[in-house]
């Protein structure tokens, strides 16, 4: 089975632009969560969804938001960014009930 | 915030030797799993260890959980330059949410 894939891989924006970050989850699995990954804050949560449905989600402004497809794929994006949005942006799937995620490698968004 | 703590920090051992991380956490749990990340790259997942459970073995890998000290060790047996890399302890409180710990970078010398 093919991994988790991201989209796009690295990324600049400039303060204000908004960004959307894609994930393909692993044939099969229908939960994606999100983690954000930065050298001060370290892997936080940022949200999960399953069945198109918002489930659970991190302590994180309204600016971030995501979505998910039918076919599981996820989207997530980030309005109105700012200097401290820089960081490695994680994508997770699991089957439903399973207490292991699998990553992607990541989108490296940089914010000048 | 993270809720785990990580130590050390950071550790540099030579290959053929043994490297233990310890990793403390705040809360109760269903779980404790245990990831790499090699140089700032996705996670991949290690071992998964239920909180019913005290010791786990996988290949040269053995973690070990207490619940009532909320802490958790994982040992690499015989390290090798490829076992470079962080490690992160997480925990699993449900709802398909991980929350991870600081880290520990592990740096193995040929």
């Known amino acids: 089975k093919a991994g988790v894939t991201q989209t796009p891989r690295y990324l600049i924006k400039t303060r204000g632009q908004q960004v959307t970050l894609s994930c393909s989850p692993i044939?099969?699995?229908?939960?994606v969560s999100w983690y954000q990954q930065t050298p001060g804050q370290g892997l936080q949560f940022l949200f999960e969804y399953f069945s198109e449905t918002q489930r659970n989600k991190g302590n994180f402004p309204g600016r971030f938001s995501g979505r998910q497809f039918s076919n599981s794929r996820s989207e997530m994006n980030v309005s109105t960014l700012e200097l401290g949005d820089s960081a490695l942006y994680l994508c997770?799937?699991?089957?439903?009930?399973?207490?292991?995620?699998?990553f992607g490698p990541g989108t490296r968004l940089l914010v000048l | 915030s993270q809720q785990g703590e990580e130590d050390p920090q950071a550790l540099s051992i030579q290959e053929g030797e043994n490297a233990t991380m310890n990793c403390s956490y705040k809360t109760s749990i269903n779980n404790l799993q245990w990831y790499r990340q090699n140089s700032g790259r996705g996670l991949v997942h290690l071992i998964l260890?239920?909180?019913?459970?005290r010791e786990k073995h996988s290949g040269r890998l053995r973690v070990t959980l207490d619940t009532s000290k909320k802490s958790s060790s994982l040992l690499i047996t015989a390290s090798r330059a490829a076992d470079t890399a962080s490690y992160f302890c997480?925990?699993?409180?449900?709802?398909?949410?991980?929350?991870f710990g600081t880290g520990t970078r592990l740096l193995v010398s040929p």
């Open positions: 997480a925990t699993y409180p449900g709802f398909q949410k991980l929350v």
């Open positions: 260890i239920r909180s019913n459970e």
């Open positions: 997770a799937s699991s089957l439903e009930g399973e207490e292991t995620q699998y």
């Open positions: 044939s099969g699995h229908r939960s």
